[in-house]
């Protein structure tokens, strides 16, 4: 257990749906980062918050919005789901946004499966 | 942003010392360079991190040449449950406010009996 708690574990739903993937980071940590894996990109960077904020985006749908709440814990909506949607996401933890310090705790994933 | 350059693929067998190096030319004078271990279809693990010369942990060691445009990641003595894939990743500007991590394709290490 890295600490780092992904729900749901595996994700079944249909194409046009929208679901909401949930990520509590390890205790202590403020910044969140959300990464898509799919077979064909590899880790993908998606977004960053670090104690509320939006600190950084990376390659982010539209269809797509994450937030971070005050308890820490974040949320990765995806909405209008496509066959390509279909991937690995991932939330990862750090103590600092950036720093001397890039030791991310990731967590075991969420598998979204679009059908 | 600093790009890492890595070899896609790696063959060991059990018990043999195992090194991967990695490239990148265009570091910059705050970043440290990480590497991570993935499992098929679990979280990558943080395994080691240095900024010069050399560091070493319970799991594996870390060279840095003076020029820091290269490391080579050694991993003693290795096993079957080795058998993953590798990433080298070189922070961002260490003085910035986003702490993103960029991952390459990694080397994928294939331990044999």
Not at chain 1, 44 to 69: T, V
């Amino acid at each position: 257990d890295s600490g780092v708690t992904q729900t749901p574990k595996h994700l079944i739903t249909a194409t046009g749906q929208r679901v909401t993937l949930r990520c509590s980071p390890r205790s202590g940590d403020l910044s969140v980062y959300w990464y898509q894996q799919s077979l064909d990109q590899g880790l993908q960077f998606l977004i960053q918050y670090y104690n509320g904020e939006e600190r950084a985006k990376g390659n982010i749908l539209e269809r797509f919005s994450a937030q971070q709440f005050p308890d820490l814990h974040s949320e990765l909506n995806l909405s209008s789901l496509e066959l390509g949607d279909s991937a690995l996401y991932f939330c990862a933890s750090s103590v600092v946004p950036a720093g001397r310090n890039y030791g991310y705790t990731f967590g075991s994933g969420t598998r979204l499966t679009v059908v | 942003l600093a790009k890492t350059t890595q070899p896609i693929s790696m063959d060991s067998y059990e018990g043999q010392e195992v090194n991967i190096t990695c490239s990148h030319n265009n570091i910059a004078t705050n970043d440290y360079i990480t590497w991570y271990q993935q499992f098929p279809s679990q979280g990558p693990r943080f395994i080691i991190q240095g900024y010069k010369t050399k560091v070493t942990n319970e799991v594996a060691s870390l060279f840095i040449p003076a020029d820091r445009k290269s490391s080579t990641l050694s991993l003693p003595r290795v096993s079957l449950s080795d058998t993953a894939v590798y990433y080298c990743l070189v922070g961002e500007d260490g003085s910035g406010n986003t702490g993103k991590l960029i991952f390459g394709q990694g080397t994928t290490l294939q331990v044999k009996p």
